[in-house]
């Protein structure tokens, strides 16, 4: 109607003078080609989207792939403006996404599959492992005995179910036939998880392999700290997987463009960790940055580059796996609906394989 009511004012214009008709001819040509231009540059295709991604903790060493694929350049080459955050956790990393406030996240994938069964009408599918090994552990103080798994009985164990680790420790339990009930579990704050198992307040924790740095940077003995990986005792959990909302789902090359950037991040990352980090030096605060160097190392061997990934490479997973591991999951938490493999990880998403091989040498 405007532009209607435009062209009769410029009927009733000088265009009408001897000359006018080339005249208003050339300036016609001239506002459609303005108003295709604009057109065009508003139109979804030809923008550039513009995705939120959360992690599910504090910018550390193991953000480093992902601010990798950011400051390089990964994610713009492919047509994507990303914005990366931190998180309080992996709760807080899933309720954004899920409330469309983010478009993706990253998250342990027990904890997805957890939240998901509490809220069935919610879209999360995961899409990229990131961790096929977890780093799960049981850390105890030599010094209290405790030289296994069979020595936890008894034992003043401290977990917090806001990261999982209680649920974990129940699994684990299970899984290596120690009764849950004869475990002197403390379901303790994160903040001072590690703190009392250092001042020996506790006997041992649920936690990770990667916070036996922190344990060893708060002046435990080395010698006194026990690792007891739960991959290496039977847990067939998965660990950290990136997952996307039900509007991004809806865009498939937006996610596919995505991963192809994060594999390039996490292939540099593995090549050479000590470059790689030095790219999100400044988002680690004052924070130690051999500390952090060792982390991501320990996180590239035990974690990210598996004799899984060699064969398959990165983000893909086992789906008889997944489904023992969603068993296992069941000797700790009560489904309402037992989540099918392909119901909780979408394969469809992930490059071709020849695409995300690892590099073949490591540090």
């Given at each position: ?68 694929a950011l400051d390089r350049g990964y994610l713009k080459d492919e047509g994507l403006e990303v914005a990366i955050d931190p998180a309080a ?225 990165f983000g893909a997973v086992d789906m008889e796996r997944l489904g023992r591991a969603i068993a296992q999951l069941g000797l700790a938490y ?30």
């Open positions: 109607m405007l532009i209607r009511g435009f062209l009769r004012r410029l009927g009733r214009g000088p265009w009408r003078a001897p000359g006018g008709a080339r005249a208003a001819a050339s300036f016609l040509a001239v506002l459609a080609a303005v108003v295709i231009a604009a057109v065009v540059a508003t139109s979804p295709l030809a923008a550039q989207p513009f995705l939120k991604f959360t992690l599910d903790q504090r910018f550390d060493a193991l953000s480093t792939p992902y601010l990798v956790g992996p709760a807080e990393a899933i309720e954004r996404v899920a409330s469309g406030t983010y478009d993706i996240g990253v998250a342990d994938l027990g904890t997805l599959i957890r939240w998901r069964d509490q809220h069935p009408e919610a879209v999360l599918p995961a899409v990229f492992m990131v961790f096929d090994r977890p780093p799960y552990a049981i850390l105890a103080r030599r010094s209290r005995g405790i030289a296994g798994p069979r020595d936890l009985d008894g034992k003043r164990v401290g977990a917090s179910p806001l990261d999982g680790s209680l649920g974990r420790l129940i699994v684990f339990a299970r899984v290596n036939d120690i009764d849950p009930a004869r475990l002197k579990v403390e379901s303790v704050a994160l903040p001072v998880r590690e703190p009392m198992l250092a001042a020996g307040q506790l006997d041992a924790i649920s936690a990770t392999t990667f916070t036996v740095l922190d344990l060893e940077a708060r002046g435990v003995p080395v010698d006194d700290v026990l690792a007891i990986p739960m991959a290496e005792h039977g847990v067939e959990l998965y660990g950290r997987a990136i997952f996307v909302g039900k509007t991004l789902a809806a865009r498939p090359d937006a996610v596919r463009a995505f991963l192809r950037a994060i594999v390039k991040g996490l292939t540099d990352t593995v090549r050479d960790p000590a470059q790689a980090v030095e790219t999100v030096g400044k988002r680690l605060d004052a924070r130690a940055p051999a500390l952090e160097l060792e982390r991501l190392r320990m996180a590239v061997r035990q974690n990210i580059v598996t004799p899984a990934v060699r064969a398959n490479g009560q489904f309402r609906t037992v989540p099918k493999p392909a119901e909780v990880f979408d394969a469809s998403f992930l490059p071709p394989p020849e695409q995300r091989m690892p590099p073949q040498e490591t540090p």
